[in-house]
C-alpha cells in the first residue's frame, strides 16, 4: 500500500445496510442450545425479500456453542465432564467455541445483498 493511502481508505464512504429493508424484532425468553439454533434457523428459512430480523434471546442451561467447522476436541470434551449440566450445541456460522451463560444475545438475519454480499458483510 502506498504511504497516505491507508488514511484515504479510512475516509473512503462505507458501505450502509439496504435502507428500504422492513424490520421485525423477537424478543424469545431463554431456551437451551438446540432450541436457540434451531429458532434462529427457523427465522432465517422464514425470511422474505425486503426483511430482516433481530432476536433477542438467552440460553438455559448455559451452554457451549462451537462454530460450524470447530471439532469437538479433549480439551472441549474436559470442560463438559468437569462442568456437568453445561449443554452443548453447533452453531450454523463460523467462530470459535463460546460459553453461553447469563448474557443476552442477539441474532440478525437478513438477505445476504442486503449489506452488498456475504463478504461485505463482515467488513
Same mark, same amino acid.
Given at each position: 500500500?502506498?504511504?497516505?493511502?491507508?488514511?484515504?481508505?479510512?475516509?473512503?464512504?462505507?458501505?450502509?445496510?439496504?435502507?428500504?429493508?422492513?424490520?421485525?424484532?423477537?424478543?424469545?425468553?431463554?431456551l437451551s442450545?438446540?432450541?436457540?439454533?434451531?429458532?434462529?434457523?427457523?427465522?432465517?428459512?422464514? &425470511?422474505? *425479500? +425486503?426483511? $430482516?430480523? !433481530? #432476536?433477542?434471546?438467552?440460553?438455559?442451561? %448455559?451452554?457451549?456453542?462451537?462454530?460450524?467447522?470447530?471439532?469437538?476436541?479433549?480439551?472441549?470434551r474436559d470442560?463438559?465432564? &468437569?462442568? *456437568? +449440566?453445561? $449443554?452443548? !450445541? #453447533?452453531?450454523?456460522?463460523?467462530?470459535? %467455541?463460546?460459553?453461553?451463560?447469563?448474557?443476552?444475545?442477539?441474532?440478525?438475519?437478513?438477505?445476504?445483498?442486503?449489506?452488498?454480499?456475504?463478504?461485505?458483510?463482515?467488513?
Amino acid at each position: 500500500m502506498e504511504p497516505g493511502t491507508e488514511a484515504a481508505a479510512a475516509l473512503a464512504p462505507k458501505r450502509t445496510m439496504d435502507p428500504g429493508l422492513s424490520w421485525r424484532i423477537v424478543s424469545d425468553g431463554a431456551l437451551s442450545g438446540a432450541a436457540n439454533m434451531a429458532r434462529d434457523d427457523a427465522l432465517a428459512q422464514a &425470511l422474505r *425479500p +425486503g426483511t $430482516g430480523i !433481530v #432476536r433477542f434471546y438467552r440460553w438455559s442451561p %448455559a451452554t457451549l456453542s462451537l462454530g460450524r467447522n470447530e471439532p469437538l476436541t479433549a480439551r472441549y470434551r474436559d470442560f463438559l465432564r &468437569l462442568n *456437568p +449440566g453445561i $449443554g452443548v !450445541v #453447533r452453531r450454523p456460522t463460523g467462530g470459535r %467455541a463460546v460459553i453461553h451463560d447469563r448474557e443476552l444475545t442477539y441474532a440478525a438475519v437478513l438477505p445476504a445483498r442486503a449489506c452488498g454480499g456475504p463478504r461485505e458483510a463482515y467488513r
